[in-house]
């Protein structure tokens, strides 16, 4: 009866793992960066149920699950850290600095703007004088364009089994791993991090 019992309770355990690390994987769609540190649910996650409508990233929110026959709403809490770059000087307007200038950390996720700077691998410019300690964001930077506005370019639409590549005009200039708005040939607006110089990622 014990052994029964512990492997219960362990396959509700399971369950609830495979729900945790679904969402983390849907989140990490939005946030490559993401480093989850605790995820809890309520009510517990106790039998066989599957994501049905997913929650946006965010630290606390709701999303639905399907139990068997039942549908449920389930509330979570989120806390996670994802990385950042971090002036380890105050820089000048037109000074050229390098990751040698820079300090990576990770800070609450929720705390990341928006347009932060979050992969390097060249040299950068900056259009304004900053200090030391501030995180850097694109709006800080001389701007070195991969893509300019009105470029065609290739989208890639990736769910991790499947790539769907679709052409798109680009609708704002921007540089390798900033967002930016798309038009497919249908004229719906799309949103897509740029990857090179003729590619995006629509996320």
Request: charged share 25%; glycine share 4%; proline share 2%.
């Amino acid at each position: 009866m014990n052994k029964a019992f512990s492997l219960f309770i362990l396959s509700l355990s399971l369950f609830a793992n495979n729900i945790s690390e679904d969402l983390i994987k849907h989140w990490k769609k939005q946030d490559s960066f993401l480093e989850v540190t605790s995820l809890s649910f309520k009510p517990k996650l106790n039998n066989n149920c599957k994501i049905i409508s997913y929650p946006a990233l965010s630290k606390q929110g709701f999303f639905k699950v399907n139990c068997g026959e039942e549908t449920k709403q389930i509330s979570f809490k989120l806390q996670a850290l994802s990385k950042v770059y971090i002036l380890k000087k105050s820089v000048l307007k037109d000074e050229l600095i390098s990751i040698l200038d820079l300090k990576s950390e990770k800070i609450d996720f929720s705390k990341v703007p928006f347009n932060a700077l979050r992969d390097l691998n060249q040299e950068i410019r900056f259009k304004t004088k900053a200090n030391a300690g501030s995180i850097v964001k694109y709006s800080m930077l001389m701007p070195n364009y991969l893509i300019n506005k009105d470029d065609n370019v290739v989208g890639i639409l990736d769910d991790g089994d499947l790539s769907v590549f679709i052409d798109l005009i680009a609708l704002q200039s921007g540089v390798k791993g900033q967002k930016i708005r798309l038009k497919n040939t249908q004229g719906h607006n799309l949103t897509g991090e740029i990857i090179n110089e003729k590619q995006v990622l629509i996320k």
